[in-house]
């Protein structure tokens, strides 16, 4: 009898930060959360387990909205302190062979070019197995951080993200796949005529380009999204390739994947090549 095969993946929950730091069960590893061991491992783990991939959850903000104070997230470790998980997919990169490693980074914390250079990067060093968990901010204190005076709102973000998407992806595919020659015979290393400028005017974005380094292995790295308003789940359809999603009962899982199907078709691309993991 055949089976069909089913997608597996791992969110880290908290991201690069503490980890059963109160339990017997943390170890030395809870006083030295900071070196990537734990997560390295846990890598190698499920990829052992024959996972699909591993994302690594992040925030750039220590809450501070219970008693207008960050005393107890401090105190108890509470979503916070995290580490920068782009620093982290490196180790569990080289220590893995096939598991894809997913970094959360925000539209609203990173310039295109800078995202769009770091993720061809990591698709580079990984052989084709990294990925960018793609978010868009959430709360104010974050915002603040990056010296906003507050998040943008909710439907403008995604309006934001889909101009940010679309310029990263000019700059992924800036290099023609084939321009990086580099032939010693003719001193050739990249053909010129297959790098292009991509002279993007958005309203909320612009850049030059080209990106400053040649196509990565899969053209673009996997874009991995877990918006779930109306409005997130248009930009998922549009965008992602797969789809972190969250349903209290099988019939609304299938609901949820019937919606995102339906609207990436609107968009002209076939469903079958978005993956959505409840």
């Not at 080289?94 to 061809?120: C, D, H, M, W």
């Not at 960018?132 to 901010?137: D, I, P, S």
């Not at 958005?202 to 030059?208: A, E, L, M, V």
Request: charged content about 20%; some cysteine.
């Amino acid at each position: 009898m055949s089976r069909k095969p089913f997608h597996l993946a791992w969110f880290i929950s908290k991201g690069y930060g503490p980890k059963g730091w109160r339990n017997q069960w943390g170890g030395p590893n809870a006083a030295n959360w900071v070196k990537p061991d734990l997560l390295v491992s846990l890598a190698q783990n499920l990829e052992r387990a024959a996972f699909d991939y591993v994302m690594i959850e992040d925030s750039c903000n220590i809450p501070y909205t219970y008693k207008n104070s960050h005393e107890t997230y401090l105190r108890y470790a509470v979503d916070s302190p995290k580490l920068d998980p782009s620093v982290l997919a490196p180790f569990m990169i080289q220590a893995t062979s096939k598991i894809g490693i997913v970094t959360t980074l925000s539209t609203t914390e990173y310039n295109p070019f800078l995202l769009a250079r770091l993720t061809n990067t990591l698709d580079h060093v990984s052989d084709g197995r990294s990925g960018w968990n793609l978010v868009t901010g959430s709360n104010d204190g974050g915002a603040q951080n990056f010296g906003h005076e507050r998040q943008f709102p909710h439907d403008q973000r995604y309006d934001m993200a889909d101009e940010y998407v679309e310029v990263v992806q000019k700059l992924w595919d800036s290099w023609e796949a084939d321009a990086m020659v580099i032939d010693q015979e003719q001193e050739i290393f990249a053909d010129p005529t297959k790098v292009h400028p991509v002279h993007f005017e958005g309203r909320y974005f612009r850049s030059r380009g080209p990106l400053s380094a040649p196509r990565s292995p899969q053209g673009h790295p996997v874009i991995c999204q877990a918006g779930g308003s109306a409005r997130g789940r248009t930009f998922a359809a549009r965008w992602a390739e797969t789809i972190i999603a969250s349903a209290g009962s099988v019939a609304a899982m299938k609901a949820f994947r019937d919606d995102i199907r339906a609207q990436a078709a609107g968009f002209g691309r076939n469903p079958d090549h978005i993956k959505v993991l409840s």
